[in-house]
C-alpha cells in the first residue's frame, strides 16, 4: 500500500478530509504536523509532531522519522515549504523549496511574474522603519497595500489617496506585530489597484507540465476597500477563448516561480489588458472550498504517491461554495435558519465553523469565516443562485460583548 507523507498546520475538516480520501483510493496516510498535542490520532502509525516556525530542524525531523513514504503532499502555505524541504532531503518529487518560498512571498512572486514578461502592476515594498507619510507620496493611487506573507484576504487594504494610504499602513503594520514575524516579514507591499473580473484556476502540475483541474468564477466584485471572497462557481461561464487565457496566465506563472510537482492554486484578474495573475500558491484551494471539487484531495494523493491521479467528480453538474462573511467584530453566539438554508435547491451542505464564545474579526484583521454553503446544480448561474438564496435565511447572532453566562 503506498504510504503519502501529509504536511498540514491543523487538523481540522480538510485534514481529515484527505485521510478519507486516502482511506478510499486505498493509500496509507502519515500526517507531519504543528499541532500534535491537540489531535487524536486516526492514521494509526502516529503523527509527526512539528515546529513550523523552525523550518530547517522540522524538516530534517520530518525526513528522519518519515520512514518508507512513497510522496508528499501539504495543505496550506506554511505546511507546503516544509513538505518542499522534507521531499528534498528524501529525494521525492515535490516542488523545490526555493520556488515555494517565493510563490508564498507577494514581492517575490511579483518579481518572477515581471521577469518572465507577464503583466504586472508597479510596486514597492515599505520597510518597518519608513515612516508611512514618506511612502504615501510615491504611491500610485489607485493602490493596494498588503503584508508579504500573509494568506487570503488578510491585511489586503485599497487606498485611494495618502490619509487612506497611511490608515492602511497603520493597521496592516499593527497586524505583523501580533504575527511575532521577523523584519524582513514586517514589510508592507504596495501595488497599483487591478480593475477587472477575478478569477482561480486550480491546477496540480506533473513533473513540471501544468494541468488545469477547474476554473472558478468569482461573481461578486472585488474593488476594496478590503477584499473578502465569498462565491466561487465553476465550471466558468467564460467563452473558450477567455478561459484558455486564465489556463495558460496560471501555467506560466507556476513556470515562472519554478512549481513543477504538485498541486496549484492560482488567483488572477481579467480586464482589457488581460490576465494578470495574483498570486499562485503551491497547495491546494484551502480549507473546506476544497469540497466545491469533490475528488480533490484522492486525486492530489495518488498523484503524490506516483499513480494515475484521475479525475475529479462534477458529473457535469455546477459546483459552488459561499464563504460565509463576518459581518461585524463581536462574539458569535448563534445562528439561525439552517434548515431552511438546506432546504434551498440546489444547496448540499452548510457548515457552520464559528464555535460559541469565538472572537469574530472581519477583514482586513480577520482570517476566519462564519462558514460555507456548498451547491450543486445544473448551471454555474443555478449554482450561484442557490448559495445566495440559503445565505438569505441565514440569521447570525453576534454580540459586540462578551456574554454573560449565569
Not at 239 to 257: F, G, N
Not at 302 to 316: D, K, Q, S, V
Not at 317 to 337: C, K, L, Q
Request: aromatic share 6%.
Amino acid at each position: 500500500m503506498p504510504k503519502i507523507l501529509l504536511f498540514a498546520a491543523t487538523t481540522g475538516y480538510q485534514t481529515r478530509s484527505f485521510a478519507q480520501a486516502a482511506e478510499r483510493a486505498g493509500l496509507a496516510l502519515r500526517l507531519a504536523t504543528d499541532r500534535c498535542h491537540v489531535m487524536d490520532d486516526p492514521w494509526g502509525d502516529g503523527a509527526i509532531a512539528l515546529r513550523f516556525d523552525d523550518a530547517e530542524v522540522s524538516a530534517q525531523h520530518a525526513a528522519e522519522q518519515a520512514g518508507n513514504v512513497d510522496g508528499i503532499a501539504a495543505v496550506g502555505d506554511r505546511p507546503a515549504y516544509l513538505a518542499a524541504l522534507t521531499a528534498a532531503r528524501l529525494g521525492l518529487p515535490f516542488h523545490p523549496p526555493d520556488a515555494v518560498r517565493t510563490a508564498s512571498n507577494k514581492f517575490l512572486a511579483r518579481e518572477c511574474f515581471r521577469k518572465a514578461g507577464m503583466p504586472a502592476p508597479r510596486f514597492f515594498r515599505i520597510p518597518p522603519d519608513e515612516h508611512a507619510q514618506e511612502a504615501a507620496a510615491r504611491a500610485p493611487y489607485p493602490c493596494v497595500l498588503k503584508p508579504l506573507t500573509l494568506s487570503g484576504s488578510c491585511g489586503v487594504i485599497r487606498a485611494d489617496n495618502s490619509a487612506e494610504f497611511t490608515a492602511a499602513c497603520a493597521r496592516i503594520r499593527a497586524l505583523l506585530a501580533d504575527e511575532h514575524t521577523s523584519e524582513q516579514q514586517r514589510f508592507v507591499q504596495v501595488e497599483d489597484f487591478i480593475p477587472g473580473r477575478e478569477f482561480a484556476v486550480e491546477g496540480i502540475v506533473s513533473r513540471g507540465r501544468f494541468h488545469p483541474l477547474a476554473i472558478f468564477d468569482k461573481p461578486d466584485p472585488l474593488d476594496g476597500p478590503f477584499f473578502e471572497e465569498t462565491i466561487y462557481v465553476t465550471p466558468s461561464r467564460e467563452p473558450a477563448q477567455v478561459q484558455e487565457a486564465l489556463i495558460a496566465a496560471a501555467a506560466r506563472a507556476a513556470a515562472a516561480l519554478g512549481l513543477t510537482h504538485g498541486p496549484v492554486h492560482a488567483e488572477m484578474r481579467l480586464n482589457g489588458h488581460g490576465v494578470w495573475v495574483l498570486e499562485a500558491a503551491p497547495r491546494p484551494i484551502g480549507g473546506l472550498c476544497a469540497r466545491s471539487l469533490p475528488g480533490l484531495e484522492a486525486l492530489i494523493l495518488r498523484h503524490a504517491a506516483g499513480l494515475e491521479p484521475g479525475e475529479l467528480h462534477l458529473n457535469g453538474e455546477a459546483s459552488g461554495v459561499m464563504m460565509i462573511p463576518i459581518p461585524r467584530e463581536g462574539v458569535y453566539v448563534d445562528a439561525r435558519g439552517i434548515e431552511n438554508a438546506l432546504a434551498t435547491d440546489g444547496i448540499v451542505d452548510a457548515v457552520i465553523t464559528a464555535r460559541p464564545g469565538q472572537h469574530l474579526l472581519p477583514l482586513p484583521e480577520g482570517r476566519s469565516y462564519l462558514g460555507f454553503l456548498f451547491s450543486r446544480a445544473a448551471t454555474p448561474s443555478a449554482a450561484e443562485e442557490a448559495l445566495r438564496q440559503a445565505h438569505r435565511r441565514l440569521d447570525f447572532d453576534i454580540q459586540t460583548a462578551l456574554p454573560v453566562i449565569p
